[in-house]
């Protein structure tokens, strides 16, 4: 009789722990959420606002030599892009994982 006690308790203690652990996950991702949008919208601001700006001096100030671009200089122009890409995704997989989570 105490040994089908116990077993509902453990049970029931182990059916906590996982409402605990999905609702610990749902907080963890919750912030990755956060943080990526927070990464999107200042590397988006650094992009337009200043990088930009700094790129299209840098090409008045080579006085109309044009040279070939590079595959570095394409990436080097627009590295902010790419890492906003970058947190793009992880806010999709938070989102994804979270929808997961929850349902």
């Keep these: 009789m105490n040994n089908k006690l116990l077993d509902q308790t ?3 203690n182990t059916n906590n722990l996982l409402e605990l652990d999905k609702h610990t ?3 963890v991702w919750a912030g990755v959420i956060g943080i990526s949008i927070i990464f999107i919208i200042i590397l988006l601001l650094i992009h337009f606002l200043y990088w930009r700006n700094k790129n299209a001096k840098f090409k008045e100030q080579r006085l109309g030599v044009q040279r070939e671009r590079s595959f570095l200089f394409e990436i080097k122009q627009n590295i902010f892009l790419i890492l906003s ?3 793009a ?3 999709i997989v938070g989102l994804v994982t979270i929808i997961k989570l929850n349902i």
């Design 10 to 12: 453990l049970l029931a």
């Design 85 to 87: 890409s970058l947190f």
């Design 89 to 91: 995704i992880s806010l």
């Design 25 to 27: 996950q749902t907080l």
